[in-house]
């Protein structure tokens, strides 16, 4: 994928290089920035900040590490500064052997959405997710890392990958489930269904729901 960036950085083409990885990868940096930020202003300051680091360290960049993994490592890394100088970094908490071994079996996001009955765009539920969910869920759907990647981006043990992964998409579904019965809309339909099953005075709403993502969510 990044092979025309690599050789120019083995002809030290590094202006080349450069403009190359920016096209390339400044809206994912700026994504990152802003799952972790949740501004969108300092996730811009953050995202140039990343660019300027990038074109300085460029010479010193080694074949060892993937690329990507690199440039997300640098976002990281200064998204946790930044939020280091306000303290607000957020703790996480341990994985338990359970919660390893149920991250691979969780329901993807769209059966999340059905059950819960919602109807609403992806990026209003992360939104409402701490920082330290909902940054593995941009990195592993938006970006569609690996979680040996994310492993290694975030310096924590695969199985804690794992786990953060369940518990997001767990949280996605609790925030969902609150948002839809808060929803005036979804309350009137369930209360008054346009086609009642004879015999049945307040049926459950059934048919299908939608969550408004992206591909790359519906699956896990």
């Known amino acids: 994928m990044d092979d025309d960036i690599q050789q120019q950085l083995d002809a030290r083409c590094y202006a080349e290089a450069f403009d190359l990885l920016a096209e390339r990868y400044k809206d994912k940096i700026f994504r990152l920035a802003f799952s972790m930020m949740h501004n969108e202003t300092q996730a811009e300051d953050i995202a140039q900040d990343v660019l300027v680091k990038i074109w300085k360290a ?21 998204c946790l500064t930044e939020l280091k100088k306000r303290s607000t970094r957020p703790t996480v908490s341990l994985h338990t052997p359970e919660m390893e071994a149920a ?12 059950d819960a009955g919602m109807e609403m765009d992806v990026e209003t539920l992360l939104a409402d997710l701490p920082e330290k969910y909902r940054q593995v869920i941009t990195l592993f759907y938006l970006e569609q890392k690996s979680y040996e990647e994310l492993a290694a981006m975030l310096g924590i043990p695969l199985g ?61």
């Open 58 to 78: 460029l010479p010193g960049y080694h074949r060892g590490a993937s690329l990507s993994t690199w440039i997300y490592t640098i976002t990281r890394n200064t």
């Open 103 to 114: 991250a691979d079996s969780i329901p993807s996001l769209q059966v999340c959405a059905s």
């Open 160 to 220: 804690t990958v794992k786990t953060l992964l369940f518990r997001a998409k767990k949280e996605l579904l609790a925030i969902g489930n609150r948002r839809a019965n808060a929803s005036p809309a979804v309350s009137a339909e369930r209360t008054t269904p346009t086609n009642p099953r004879p015999g049945t005075a307040n049926p459950a709403v059934t048919g299908p729901t939608v969550l408004r993502a992206l591909p790359a969510l519906m699956l896990l």
